[in-house]
């Protein structure tokens, strides 16, 4: 690529509209006109910079080889004339109105972080604008979001004392892996929007403390650039199955060679959540029609990245899929996204190795209920699920009493996300701050519980009775029997 063609400037601007589309990344031109319809991010993202220099834009969310690796070499024109660069080509696309981060230098130091929450402020004062309203938002009004939080807050620990723990082992296993805390790093994507090196980062983190890492369909850096840089450590891949189920027969493919040890079928995302605080950010893109070529700034919906990702994802997945990839892959199934008693049942009749009780982070629907009531409404009705596969929860989880409370409960490990991504803020040092805290907090709460292992926790060392009465006890509801009238 080299040596190919020089194009000057005057000619890539000619390419500016739906229908015959370039861009320039990394002084390299691409024709991508038939690829926007199907970019993950939407087609509009792209065309954005139609007959411009997407590098800046594109190098936020992707790492260099992803571009080549999604088109074919015929889509490669050239190399940019930078003889024939002026005043006009530098200037920015409209509609870059993303508040930028601030310095370096800005941040309180790692040290001065002393909890997840920390991390969080943070995060809210130092990164972008874009990037804190794209993780931090959730659905509507938040309601689920806060709950998963707030729950962990009702649940009281029954501690003994005069027990021997001198020493005390946060170690466990996921899946058979062993990890020396019962964390795994949910898988989230578009980690390179708070820190360069994104899922790269997470996944030197994973191997130096010791947990998982579950990587993203979504994630800013391709698969192999990611397990690159934890050789020979077990990492586990999450699945959006795609509308084109071809697709998504070669990432099972590519992720089982490539050594995942378990494919995280994500279930929860038939639709997207109207997510208000990202769709109130301006972000740097132009809404276009892909059929007419007509550009407009924000519609009457908003804005915001969320109604960009996701477009690829199959809304029609049902429990026969599970045959369907069990087909192609021998890799243990966890379905994520499970949240309420029967789906768990049928997860289990369906014979996959985990399910992970999860809202999304309450990033889709809204006034779904928090994991934590999850495992309560298991154990009442269908306890058998703890004897037939491993459970998970995410969503909330602040504390390394937090994990104890889940654990006491029947969960195997859980999964941290938004926090993962802004401790991302530090890079590398950060993620592994964060789980060391967890561990700290873990081994305090443990030597006061009195349990020297995690084999000692039981349901017996939480008080749960503040939200029993917010579990249900039978499958259906008590108004089951009614119906609306039939329109006259």
């Known amino acids: 690529m080299e040596f190919a063609k020089l194009i000057t400037t005057e000619d890539i601007k000619a390419h500016n509209s739906a229908s015959d589309c370039w861009v320039v990344i990394d002084d390299q031109v691409w024709d991508v006109t038939n690829f926007a319809p199907e970019h993950p991010g939407g087609a509009s993202f792209l065309l954005k910079y139609a007959g411009r220099d ?63 929450y920390d991390f969080e402020e943070v995060a809210a004062k130092t990164a972008s604008s874009k990037t804190f309203a794209f993780y931090s938002t959730a659905a509507t009004d938040c309601w689920t979001r806060d709950m998963n939080q707030s729950m962990y807050k009702r649940l009281w620990f029954r501690p003994r004392v005069m027990r021997d723990v001198a020493e005390v082992d946060t170690s466990s296993t ?44 979504s994630a800013s850096h391709p698969l192999e650039e990611i397990l690159q840089e934890a050789p020979d450590y077990p990492f586990l891949f999450q699945l959006y199955v795609n509308k084109d189920r071809k697709k998504s027969e070669e990432v099972i493919k590519r992720a089982t060679a490539l050594g995942v040890k378990a494919i995280f079928v994500t279930v929860d995302a038939a639709g997207r959540g109207k997510r208000e605080s990202d769709e109130r950010i301006k972000v740097d893109e132009i809404v276009i029609n892909p059929v007419t070529g007509q550009r407009a700034e924000q519609d009457k919906k908003g804005g915001g990245l969320t109604r960009l990702m996701g477009s690829y994802i199959d ?60 495992l309560l409404e298991m154990h009442k009705n269908c306890p058998e699920v703890f004897d037939r596969m491993e459970v998970y929860v995410d969503g909330g989880i602040r504390r390394g009493g937090d994990i104890l409370k889940a654990l006491c409960l029947g969960a195997k490990a859980v999964g941290i996300g938004r926090t993962f991504l802004y401790s991302l803020n530090y890079g590398t040092e950060g993620a592994e701050h964060l789980v060391e805290l967890l561990k700290d907090e873990m081994e305090s709460c443990m030597k006061l519980l009195g349990i020297k292992n995690l084999s000692e926790v039981h349901p017996g060392l939480v008080n749960t009775s503040d939200v029993d009465h917010l579990v249900p006890s039978t499958p259906g509801h008590p108004y089951a029997k009614w119906r609306p009238r039939p329109r006259l």
């Open 174 to 217: 996921i899946l058979g892996m062993p990890v020396n805390v019962p964390l795994f790093i949910c898988p989230t994507g578009l980690a390179k929007m708070i820190n360069p090196e994104g899922e790269k980062a997470l996944a030197r983190a994973a191997k130096s403390t010791g947990i998982l890492e579950v990587l993203s369909t």
């Open 315 to 374: 809304q029609a997945l049902t429990w026969e899929d599970i045959k369907w990839i069990r087909s192609l892959t021998d890799l243990p199934i966890v379905v994520k996204g499970i949240t309420g008693a029967e789906d768990a049942k049928l997860a289990m009749d369906h014979g996959v190795e985990g399910i992970v009780l999860s809202n999304h982070g309450g990033r889709n629907l809204d006034y779904s209920p928090p994991a934590i009531l999850l």
């Open 54 to 116: 997407a590098t800046e834009g594109y190098s936020e969310y992707h790492s260099p080889g992803v571009v080549k690796d999604s088109l074919s070499l015929d889509c490669f024109k050239g190399n940019l004339d930078r003889s024939t660069i002026d005043a006009e080509w530098k200037q920015k696309p409209v509609g870059n109105n993303n508040t930028q981060a601030v310095p370096e230098d800005e941040k309180p130091p790692l040290h001065n972080i002393i909890n997840s």
